[in-house]
Structures are given as structure tokens and as C-alpha cells.
């Protein structure tokens, strides 16, 4: 599902009206702003919020130098484009680190927000630049909430430190400082506990934790597909904690957006992470204007290609073509390509980060990343000798492989094909080809 699907739907269509306009009259603006207006308020944004938006682009839109400009209609969407930066917090906000380690992070939000896993993707993202992190389990009543911990960070090879049978999270926070200090950790995350509702037993706790630790940083973790209910847990945690920075989660479950729209205009506090899905890479720093971009289906080309050099290996990029250059592509090597892709995350929200490229459009084309799987169990169902030369690939084979992949003969023949329609395609790019590069032709991905 694309980040804010309904929401960036309805947005859409309305500014691909305007887009081309020679003439924008007050009335126009008016038409549009009412579209908007009510796009946003459907989206479960804060009415208050709304209001002063729909005021701020209308004051801005109705002023002369739009009204008389050459393109008016790219003035508005410009100006449109503008405000929802400034909404969501104009520049992004990064976390910050200690003077002298470790850094401490508490991590607070009610329970089912995705705290757990927040916590986990967290010190993965940061471990990447370089920090040494360990994940502090300090949910003490929810059961197997500290397991739930200890399983992440077993998945991504960090060190979780709790105290089984320790009912004292303040006791534990209070060690685990001490343990990151003697053991040379230079980040703590604390997973803290969380109730289904704000309560003064649970704010009382987490006031005593923040005394006894003085984290450098408190985020609250958000989950996005509240709405309403998201701003009213900010302004109640910050009001009784001091909120540092916001995490929204869930993301790419929200067709709505409301919460991530509203909950920096109203609490003052900026969102500094989104969680985009369920592995434990899906997390992004927070950039208003690259989030504001992907709403209006202006793409998000710097975040792409940010994917791209996390998931791609330089090394293996040159092999590769080196190989692309000498007609060197074997199915092993377009195995690896999979891995790769796949490592940029679900491949319809990757589509979304490509300029023009509109939610309707992206809901309407079916990546069934199920069949990446079967793709990549027919593959490695072949010999090494077969991979290399598929064209030794004969009837009594293609059964064997189609058995042991758990796939169909017409699958495997269907793949065979679509690599050898790959292989002439290089060739033809390579310049190979006598008649010369002409394109992609009938070419399909085989998934």
C-alpha cells in the first residue's frame, strides 16, 4: 500500500486539474481550496489545523502575482506544495547525541503503537552510522513484552539487557546505564512500558525513569493510523513528560494520514522517524519536504536513491557491468538483482517515490511479491551448470526443477523465457545487437 494512499488520491486529482490552467480565477481557488479542505478533513486531520492551512494557501493563492502569473496553475499547486512542508515540520529534525556517551533514548507510547519493534529498527538505523547500540527492556507488566525485545534484537544481532524477575523498571534503566557504560555501548534505547490509555500510573513511571536516567532524547512512538486520537496522546505525553521528537509508525497501513499532517502543528514537536512497514529496515528519517512531494505525486527521487545505496553493493554493481558489457548475465546473477530490489522494500511503495506517478495508478498495478519467492526457489532449484546455460535446460529438467521449486513446468518455462528476453534486450543495449538499442520492447519483469 502507498503512504497515504486516499489522502494523496484525492490531492492528486484535485491539483492535475489545475495543473495546466492558462487563466485561475478567485472562484477557481475557491473550488480548490474547498476540494482540499475536505480531502484533508476525510483524512482525519485536525480541523484546527485544516483551517489554518486552507487559510494560509488561500490568502497566498488569491494575491496578483498568481492571478496574472504565465502558469497560475503551477503557482497554486507551488504554493500548496509549500504550506504541506511547512505543516509537516519545513525542516527535518534529526536526533541528537551526547557530549559524552552513552546517549540515552526513551522510547514512550501506548501499548500496541509498535514501540517493540520501534525500538529495534531504531538502533538498527543508527547502529549504521556508526553507533554501538543496546536495547533496554523496561516493560515489565505486558507478558512476554521483554521476550518480544530479546527476539528483535536477536534478529538484528543487537544485545538487549534485562532483568528477569526485576519488576522495578527504574531499578533496571538504572543498571543498564551502568551496563552500557562498563561495556562501551555509546547508545541505549529504552523500551518502556505502555497501557492501552493515558494514565497517571504509567506517566508517573515514565517521570521516574526520566529522573533517575535524564535521557538525552524522549521519543514518542505514534501510531499513524489513530487519527485524532494520535494528537490527543502527543499533547497529553508532552505535556506531562517534554517530548523530544515524534516516530510515526504504520505508515504504510494508513490510507488516512491524519495524525502525521497534524501532530507537529499541534504539539510544537517534530517528527523525526517514520516506520514504512514491517521489517526491520523499514525506517526513514522524517523529511517534511520529500514527504510532501510523495502526497502530491511529485516523487521522492533523493529518498529512492538513498534506498538504492543501502541495498546495492558498489562492488557487485561493477561486476555487474562488467558482465551487462561481455553478455556475461546468468540467472545467477539475475538472482542476485532480485535480492537487491528486494532489499529496497515493497516494491509498490518504491514505484511511489517515482515522480508523477499517482496513487490510483499505483493501486492498480498488482506486484505480487509472492511470486519473487517462486522466482527465486525455481532458480535455485537448478544446477550450477544450469544457471550458467540455461540453454542445456531440456524437457526432463525443466520437470525436475518444476518438482523441486514446488512450481508448475509453465512457470519455469514462463521465467526461462522472460530471461531470454532479457539476455537479447542487454545484448541490444550493450550494442551489441546489429540493428542497434530499441528499447524494452514486449519485456516484462516475471513478477
Same mark, same amino acid.
Request: net charge positive.
Given at each position: 500500500?502507498?503512504?497515504?494512499?486516499g489522502?494523496?488520491?484525492k490531492l492528486?486529482?484535485?491539483i492535475k486539474?489545475?495543473?495546466g490552467?492558462?487563466?485561475?480565477?478567485e472562484?477557481?481557488?475557491k473550488?480548490m481550496m474547498r476540494?482540499?479542505k475536505l480531502a484533508?478533513?476525510e483524512a482525519d486531520v485536525?480541523?484546527?489545523?485544516?483551517?489554518s492551512?486552507?487559510?494560509?494557501v488561500?490568502?497566498?493563492a488569491?494575491?496578483?502575482?498568481?492571478?496574472e502569473?504565465?502558469?497560475?496553475g503551477q503557482q497554486?499547486i507551488k504554493i500548496?506544495?509549500e504550506e504541506?512542508?511547512?505543516?509537516?515540520?519545513?525542516v527535518p529534525?534529526k536526533v541528537?547525541?551526547a557530549?559524552?556517551p552513552?546517549t540515552?533514548?526513551?522510547?514512550v507510547?501506548?501499548q500496541g503503537s509498535g514501540?517493540?519493534?520501534?525500538?529495534?529498527k531504531?538502533?538498527n538505523?543508527?547502529?549504521?552510522?556508526?553507533?554501538?547500540?543496546?536495547?533496554?527492556?523496561?516493560?515489565?507488566?505486558?507478558p512476554? $513484552?521483554?521476550k518480544?525485545?530479546?527476539?528483535?534484537?536477536n534478529?538484528?544481532?543487537?544485545?538487549v539487557?534485562?532483568?528477569e524477575?526485576?519488576?522495578?523498571p527504574v531499578?533496571?534503566?538504572?543498571?543498564?546505564i551502568?551496563h552500557?557504560g562498563?561495556?562501551?555501548?555509546?547508545?541505549?534505547?529504552?523500551?518502556?512500558?505502555?497501557r492501552?490509555h493515558?494514565d497517571?500510573?504509567?506517566m508517573e513511571?515514565?517521570?521516574n525513569?526520566?529522573n $533517575?536516567?535524564?535521557?538525552?532524547?524522549?521519543?514518542?512512538?505514534?501510531d499513524?493510523?489513530?487519527?485524532?486520537?494520535?494528537?490527543?496522546?502527543?499533547?497529553?505525553f508532552?505535556?506531562k513528560?517534554?517530548?523530544?521528537?515524534?516516530?510515526?509508525?504504520?505508515l504504510?497501513?494508513?490510507?488516512r494520514?491524519g495524525a502525521a499532517l497534524?501532530v507537529? $502543528?499541534?504539539?510544537?514537536?517534530?517528527v523525526?522517524f517514520?516506520?514504512t512497514?514491517e521489517?526491520l529496515?523499514?525506517?526513514?528519517?522524517?523529511?517534511?519536504d520529500?514527504?510532501?512531494?510523495?502526497i502530491l505525486g511529485?516523487?521522492?527521487?533523493?529518498?529512492?536513491i538513498e534506498?538504492?545505496?543501502?541495498?546495492f553493493d558498489?562492488?557487485?554493481?561493477l561486476?555487474?557491468?562488467k558482465?551487462?558489457?561481455t553478455?556475461?548475465?546468468?540467472?545467477d546473477?539475475?538472482?542476485d538483482?532480485?535480492?537487491q530490489?528486494?532489499?529496497?522494500?515493497?516494491?509498490?511503495?518504491v514505484?511511489g517515490?517515482?515522480?508523477?506517478?499517482?496513487?490510483?495508478a499505483?493501486?492498480?498495478?498488482?506486484v505480487?511479491?509472492?511470486k519473487f519467492?517462486r522466482v527465486e526457489a525455481?532458480?535455485k532449484s537448478?544446477?550450477?551448470?544450469?544457471?550458467?546455460?540455461?540453454?542445456?535446460?531440456?524437457?526432463s529438467?525443466r520437470k525436475?526443477?518444476a518438482?523441486g521449486s514446488?512450481?508448475?513446468i509453465?512457470?519455469?518455462?514462463?521465467?526461462l523465457k522472460?530471461f531470454e528476453?532479457m539476455r537479447?534486450m542487454?545484448?541490444?543495449?550493450?550494442?551489441v545487437?546489429?540493428?542497434?538499442a530499441?528499447?524494452?520492447?514486449k519485456f516484462r519483469?516475471p513478477f
Amino acid at each position: 500500500m502507498a503512504i497515504f494512499e486516499g489522502l494523496s488520491g484525492k490531492l492528486q486529482d484535485t491539483i492535475k486539474r489545475f495543473r495546466g490552467k492558462g487563466r485561475v480565477t478567485e472562484k477557481d481557488v475557491k473550488e480548490m481550496m474547498r476540494e482540499i479542505k475536505l480531502a484533508l478533513l476525510e483524512a482525519d486531520v485536525n480541523y484546527k489545523v485544516v483551517r489554518s492551512f486552507i487559510n494560509s494557501v488561500s490568502e497566498r493563492a488569491a494575491g496578483q502575482e498568481v492571478l496574472e502569473s504565465l502558469t497560475p496553475g503551477q503557482q497554486v499547486i507551488k504554493i500548496v506544495h509549500e504550506e504541506l512542508i511547512e505543516l509537516l515540520g519545513k525542516v527535518p529534525s534529526k536526533v541528537t547525541f551526547a557530549s559524552r556517551p552513552p546517549t540515552v533514548y526513551m522510547m514512550v507510547g501506548l501499548q500496541g503503537s509498535g514501540k517493540t519493534t520501534t525500538s529495534g529498527k531504531l538502533a538498527n538505523l543508527l547502529r549504521k552510522q556508526g553507533k554501538n547500540p543496546l536495547l533496554v527492556a523496561c516493560d515489565v507488566y505486558r507478558p512476554a $513484552a521483554i521476550k518480544q525485545l530479546q527476539v528483535v534484537g536477536n534478529q538484528l544481532d543487537i544485545p538487549v539487557f534485562a532483568i528477569e524477575g526485576n519488576n522495578d523498571p527504574v531499578d533496571i534503566a538504572r543498571k543498564a546505564i551502568d551496563h552500557a557504560g562498563s561495556k562501551l555501548y555509546d547508545l541505549v534505547i529504552i523500551d518502556t512500558a505502555g497501557r492501552l490509555h493515558i494514565d497517571e500510573e504509567l506517566m508517573e513511571e515514565l517521570e521516574n525513569i526520566k529522573n $533517575a536516567v535524564h535521557p538525552h532524547e524522549i521519543l514518542l512512538v505514534i501510531d499513524s493510523m489513530t487519527g485524532q486520537d494520535a494528537v490527543n496522546v502527543a499533547e497529553n505525553f508532552n505535556s506531562k513528560l517534554g517530548v523530544d521528537g515524534i516516530v510515526l509508525t504504520k505508515l504504510d497501513g494508513d490510507t488516512r494520514g491524519g495524525a502525521a499532517l497534524s501532530v507537529k $502543528a499541534v504539539t510544537g514537536k517534530p517528527v523525526k522517524f517514520a516506520a514504512t512497514g514491517e521489517k526491520l529496515n523499514d525506517i526513514e528519517p522524517f523529511y517534511p519536504d520529500r514527504m510532501a512531494s510523495r502526497i502530491l505525486g511529485m516523487g521522492d527521487v533523493l529518498s529512492l536513491i538513498e534506498k538504492a545505496q543501502e541495498a546495492f553493493d558498489e562492488k557487485k554493481a561493477l561486476e555487474m557491468e562488467k558482465k551487462l558489457r561481455t553478455q556475461q548475465f546468468t540467472l545467477d546473477d539475475f538472482l542476485d538483482q532480485l535480492e537487491q530490489l528486494k532489499k529496497m522494500g515493497p516494491l509498490n511503495q518504491v514505484l511511489g517515490m517515482l515522480p508523477g506517478m499517482n496513487s490510483k495508478a499505483l493501486r492498480n498495478i498488482e506486484v505480487d511479491e509472492k511470486k519473487f519467492v517462486r522466482v527465486e526457489a525455481i532458480i535455485k532449484s537448478m544446477t550450477l551448470k544450469e544457471r550458467r546455460d540455461p540453454a542445456i535446460i531440456n524437457g526432463s529438467r525443466r520437470k525436475r526443477i518444476a518438482a523441486g521449486s514446488g512450481t508448475s513446468i509453465q512457470e519455469v518455462n514462463s521465467l526461462l523465457k522472460q530471461f531470454e528476453e532479457m539476455r537479447k534486450m542487454i545484448k541490444m543495449m550493450t550494442g551489441v545487437g546489429k540493428k542497434g538499442a530499441r528499447g524494452l520492447g514486449k519485456f516484462r519483469m516475471p513478477f
